[in-house]
């Protein structure tokens, strides 16, 4: 074993795998003990109320209504909820006599959708809709960019089934940089299969159905530097929904969170724990394209940057003034599988396995804490069958190979970095292909995303032990692969298959990319262009 991966493992023991000895003297206290839980956000912090969107404000649901919606890409007016977050710039839009920063978008199949972006930043810029299935010149990929001053306008079919996507910048090499700053929102669609699971669990949008979009932050602005495009950028603190330690007061019924890690890079293992460190199963329904055929009842599930996971918590048998965590569990990050090819490398590897973040990947940490506030008589049960799964027909597919790697300083697809107008990959519109994706040992997990088409996970093989520990079937699947995917985590020695249906309703070729959303590497160049002719 490298001695850099020696020390981490130390480090990550000390940080609360295998006891408090190092955390009680940390900033950010572990949940070991019911005390510790008292100040899980350090002694000089309070918790604070979950930010909730509205109809209006911060990522405030905006329906839009056949008038063209215009998202300005602009800096945050100081004391707005945005800025008080931290965010320094923000998609700013007006409707109907209604002001939004980062507008929760909440869509409806089928319709007709006209958005515009306006930039008034100093660098290009573009907005993709990650998830939806529109054609090259609505996905905002990057091939289109907008100057300080430009626009650019969508118009665009929802093609989709119900969901929780999302959308941020897509400018080759500031990608980054630019949601890091506070560039992103939802887009929320809702069909038959939603209303019906809405209709029986009586899930209310803003009370009892919330959206926890997970980003980690730093006090330093935004800088990536040799270390963050080796491992991404991490934060020290993890903000949901803009707001640091949040809690939620809740009633005793059936809770969604629709939860959206929109981290430039950290990878998330999600789980809940009572106050007495208790692990409290969920139920997963729902993954990136989304309502599962049934619910899967989890423990914990890992969540990649840009993945989501719709997860429905019962707190009917708790008891008033009981206290839950969703938290993240301790995990190797296997950012070490990779052995520094540079000299700054490897000092940069030996001096600060955080990789400038205090809290490093895979370290423990509470997000957010549930209270329970109030008894209520709920009686619903949760629906056995939430929407009808189809599989991709993989009888006559063809297979490709991509495997993921490092060289020359630059993480790589096929050996290859992403170069604007070539498409090494290149597929038939109207066929189904097979890709096995194959992540070197020497390596590290990487979140791998397709824009323009949805894809289901057919396998997993050799698998990490802590990966496989969560597997749900022969086929060595985790249960937040049972539904439609458009970003899967490749770990170090894993090889994935998935599937994907080409049939494209759009005429003529169509250009998209595939890449890693550790932005960071996607901005290095971790991306290829896919052409569909
Ligand atoms: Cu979230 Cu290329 O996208
Ligand atoms: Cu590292
Ligand atoms: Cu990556």
């Known amino acids: 074993m490298p001695t850099e991966r020696r020390a981490f493992l130390k480090m990550l023991s000390a940080l609360g795998l295998s006891g408090l000895a190092g955390a009680a003297r940390s900033a950010y206290p572990t949940l ?21 969107p509205r109809d209006r404000g911060f990522l405030g649901r905006l329906r839009p209504d056949g008038e063209v919606v215009t998202l300005r890409a602009a800096p945050v007016r100081a004391g707005d909820d945005a800025a008080k977050a931290g965010f320094t710039l923000g998609y ?5 006599g209604r002001d939004y920063v980062n507008p929760t978008l909440v869509l409806q199949p089928a319709q007709r959708v006209r958005l515009e972006l306006a930039s008034t930043l100093d660098e290009p810029t573009i907005v993709h809709w990650h998830g939806l299935a529109v054609d090259a010149r609505n996905d905002g990929s990057g091939m289109s960019l907008v100057a300080r001053g430009g626009r650019y306008a969508y118009d665009f079919e929802v093609r989709n089934r119900s969901a929780l996507y999302w959308y941020h910048p897509h400018p080759h090499g500031l990608t980054g940089g630019q949601a890091y700053r506070g560039l992103f929102g939802l887009i929320e669609i809702a069909d038959d299969d939603e209303r019906a699971l809405r209709s029986a669990l009586a899930l209310v949008p803003g009370e009892s159905e919330i959206p926890l979009i997970l980003q980690d932050r ?38 969604r969170f629709r939860i959206l890690n929109a981290s430039n890079a950290r990878t998330y293992r999600l789980g809940l724990r009572s106050v007495e460190g208790k692990p409290v199963p969920f139920t997963l329904i729902g993954s990136d394209g989304g309502l599962l055929a049934s619910g899967q009842r989890c423990d914990e599930a890992f969540i990649a940057a840009a993945e989501r996971i719709d997860v429905l918590v019962d707190m009917r048998d708790a008891t008033l003034g009981d206290r839950l965590f969703l938290e993240t569990r301790a995990f190797d990050p296997m950012h070490l599988e990779m052995a520094p090819n540079t000299a700054a490398a490897a000092a940069a ?45 993989v009888s006559k597919a063809e297979e490709r190979p991509l495997r993921l790697g490092f060289a020359k300083g630059r993480w790589r697809i096929n050996d290859k970095v992403f170069a604007m107008g070539e498409t090494p990959i290149e597929v038939k519109r109207g066929t189904v292909e097979t890709w096995l994706i194959r992540n ?94």
Not at 365 to 392: F, G, H, N
């Open 32 to 52: 070991e003990t019911p005390s510790a839980a008292a100040d899980w956000c350090g002694s000089d912090h309070h918790p604070q109320p979950l930010f909730i």
């Open 92 to 96: 700013v839009a007006r409707h109907r």
């Open 218 to 255: 730093r006090g330093a602005p935004y800088a990536a530097g040799e270390s963050e495009q080796m491992h991404g950028f991490l934060g020290d603190t993890v903000l949901i929904n803009g707001t640091a330690c949040p809690y939620l007061d809740v009633a005793t019924r059936i809770y």
């Open 349 to 393: 590897h030996a001096e600060h396995a955080g990789h400038g973040s205090a809290f490093a990947e895979g370290a423990p940490r509470a997000l957010l804490e549930l209270r329970v506030r109030e008894r209520l008589v709920y009686d619903r049960k949760i629906p056995p069958r939430l929407s009808t799964m189809q599989s991709v027909d």
């Open 440 to 533: 070197y040992f020497n390596s590290m997990p990487h979140a791998m995303h397709l824009h323009g088409f949805r894809f289901q996970v057919l396998e997993r093989q050799t698998s990490p032990d802590q990966v496989a520990a969560l597997k749900v079937d022969a086929r060595g699947r985790l249960a937040t692969d049972l539904g439609w995917k458009d970003t899967a985590l490749i770990w170090p020695g894993e090889s994935v298959r998935i599937a994907i249906d080409f049939t494209l309703p759009f005429p003529g070729e169509q250009t998209y990319v595939f890449h890693c959303h550790n932005m960071e590497h996607e901005d290095g160049g971790m991306m290829l262009g896919v052409r569909v002719i």
